[in-house]
């Protein structure tokens, strides 16, 4: 062989050599953060006149539990068990988890086992020391203490094997559609705080689910995406963030059923289905 073709050859395997290791770090989700980030902004809603409202009550759906922002030992989680179960949620997660378990049961022909859902602060102490600060978070940190999250598996297929499953791969690509989202994505742990868990599901509820799971993002970049007192449209539904608990909303929505959730970092989340 000849200093040319060897040359020649030499920067033919590099080339390789380089693309597979790149395919991989984009695989893995690695390089995600050093690609351009995609600015999320939903359209914004048009309306005229306005009405004064206060909200009477609160949903807990967008609570935003991470490594910066923290509920107190005595939130309270609005625990109930799930169907006939002693499996503890909060209440407003436990008919849309049922949809979801049911579907599978029904059309996948496997059972989804929750083992993890609501864990008290001192259980997160627990926990903490057990696992350590790497993979698990700091009591009053963990979003399993709003009952609002499951770690969920099936036989076989427990932790990372879950998204080997066929149940998996369904709940990681549609649970958007039963009001959950996948708190983890692969390759976010720059925003989120912790590496892909593609067992860890999180109720928010409609529309934000679609919105989360169908745009690739995470619930920080979700309520990061709003700016205050502006209303957005997705779909059959308007959407706001709001600073205090006496505000201006759409004059024609007045009469509408208005959710509102307390999204934790001192803001409020209002939502309503105008059609
Ligand atoms: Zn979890």
């Given at each position: 062989m000849n200093t040319k073709s060897r040359v020649l050859m030499i920067i033919t395997i590099a080339v390789v050599l380089i693309?597979?290791?790149?395919?991989?770090?984009?695989?893995?989700?690695?390089?995600?953060k050093y690609l351009p980030k995609k600015e999320f902004k939903?359209?914004?809603?048009?309306?005229?006149?306005?009405?004064?409202?206060?909200?009477?009550?609160?949903?807990?759906?967008?609570?935003?539990?991470?490594?910066?922002?923290?509920?107190?030992?005595?939130?309270?989680?609005?625990?109930?068990?799930?169907?006939?179960?002693d499996v503890l949620m909060n209440k407003y997660a436990i008919e849309p988890y049922g949809q979801l378990s049911d579907?599978?049961?029904?059309?996948?022909?496997?059972?989804?086992?929750?083992?993890?859902?609501?864990?008290?602060?001192?259980?997160?102490?627990?926990?903490?020391?057990?696992e350590g600060e790497e993979v698990a978070a700091k009591p009053g940190h963990s979003e399993h203490q709003t009952g609002l999250a499951m770690d969920v598996y099936v036989k076989y297929h427990a932790?990372?094997?879950?998204?080997?499953?066929?149940?998996g791969k369904y709940v990681n690509s549609h649970c958007g559609e039963y009001g959950f989202i996948i708190r983890y994505p692969q390759g976010r742990k720059d925003v989120t705080?912790?590496?892909?868990?593609?067992?860890?599901?999180?109720?928010?509820?409609?529309?934000?689910?679609?919105?989360?799971?169908?745009n690739d993002l995470t619930l920080e970049e979700y309520l990061g995406s709003f700016e205050w007192f502006k209303w957005y449209q997705y779909g059959d539904y308007i959407i706001s963030l709001q600073k205090k608990s006496l505000f201006e909303i759409p004059a024609e929505i007045a009469d509408k059923e208005i959710f509102c959730s307390d999204d934790n970092r001192g803001d409020i989340i209002c939502w309503c289905k105008i059609k």
């Open positions: 693309t597979l290791a790149l395919g991989y770090l984009y695989y893995t989700g690695a390089l995600k939903l359209e914004e809603y048009q309306y005229t006149d306005t009405v004064i409202y206060s909200p009477k009550e609160y949903v807990p759906n967008l609570v935003l539990v991470n490594n910066e922002w923290g509920i107190d030992r005595d939130y309270d989680s609005q625990l109930e068990y799930y169907r006939d179960t579907y599978i049961k029904e059309n996948l022909n496997d059972k989804m086992f929750v083992s993890s859902t609501y864990r008290s602060y001192e259980d997160q102490e627990r926990v903490l020391g057990e932790g990372m094997g879950f998204i080997d499953s066929e149940v705080g912790f590496d892909y868990e593609p067992w860890h599901i999180r109720y928010v509820g409609h529309p934000h689910s679609d919105i989360i799971m169908s």
